[in-house]
């Protein structure tokens, strides 16, 4: 593609022409449904039960995210689906064709998402919190908090050495890490010291306690990966039922 082609497609997004010469896009998004949303954490906070129980709650904000097209697996249907906007200009030029085929504005994040229900989207097609309910199970997955370099004791609960009977000042090292004559080497996955946090986590089976669709707000029970602000996928679990009154 020449460089005046993709100046022209910049252009164009940047200038909202091809959000103008779109079809109408039909925001009636309850009828969709799909197995997760992707979405910003916005931190902790504590929610009051009806029985009077204090239950700690994570805030996440869901969206909005943004149909963009089908994707036909071998015995699903999925959705890709577009989240948070972004300037034209950060983006290289195979995603600003991509953008520009599908007529919408260009998103910093795409994932695809199995469709629950296989019906009939236009791309642009605004996608709220109401994929959720209070009552759901989820499962929620992020990059966790990176911890920098941890020893042992951190990073894998080792207890220590015991501090008498003459114990040198080596109480937290990690003690031995192999054998001399056999295996002579260092066994793969041996458990030492190293860096930790900061790769991808999840956490299953959590409640969906509240839902507030005006907003793109959900509150689930208990805590989840990653720092406030960052990127987390919610999905309905996958083991058992994840919905509440299905």
Same mark, same amino acid.
């Given at each position: ?5 993709t ?5 164009d ?7 103008e ?16 949303l ?18 700690p ?5 869901l ?6 097209e089908?994707?036909l ?11 948070q906007?972004?300037k ?11 953008f520009s085929?599908l007529?919408?504005k ?5 994932k695809?998402?199995d469709?629950?229900?296989d019906?009939e989207?236009k791309p ?5 919190a109401?994929v ?6 989820a499962?929620?997955?992020a990059?966790?908090?990176?911890k ?11 207890a ?12 937290r090292?990690g +003690? =031995?890490? #192999?054998?001399?004559?056999?295996p002579?080497?260092?066994w !793969? *996955?041996?458990?030492m ?8 986590s999840t956490?299953?089976?959590?409640e ?12 689930i029970k208990?805590?989840?990966? +990653? =720092?406030n #602000?960052s ?7 996958? !083991? *058992? ?6």
């Open positions: 593609m020449s460089e005046d082609k100046e022209e497609i910049a252009e997004i940047k200038s909202d022409n091809l959000t010469t779109a079809e109408p896009v039909d925001n009636n998004h309850s009828s969709i449904k799909l197995s997760g992707m979405g910003t954490k916005l931190g902790m906070t504590h929610s009051l039960m009806d029985d009077g129980r204090v239950v709650t994570t805030l996440v904000q969206g909005p995210c943004y149909a963009l089908k994707s697996k071998t015995k699903k249907t999925s959705l890709k689906i577009g989240f906007d972004v034209p200009t950060s983006l290289n030029k195979p995603k600003l064709l991509y085929k007529k919408v260009p998103v910093k994040y795409v695809e998402f469709l629950l229900e019906t989207i642009g097609t605004e996608i709220k109401d959720f309910k209070e009552g759901d199970i499962d929620v997955t990059n966790s908090k990176g920098g370099f941890s020893g042992v004791i951190k990073r894998h609960n080792f220590g050495l015991r501090h008498t009977h003459g114990t040198p000042q080596n109480q090292s +003690g =031995s890490i #192999g054998a001399c004559a056999y002579g080497r260092v !793969k *996955g041996q458990k010291a190293g860096r930790y946090g900061g790769k991808k956490i299953q089976g959590l969906v306690i509240k839902v507030d669709i005006e907003k793109n707000l959900i509150f208990g805590s989840i990966p +990653g =720092s #602000g990127l987390v996928f919610v999905n309905h679990t996958r !083991k *058992g039922n994840g919905f509440r009154n299905n």
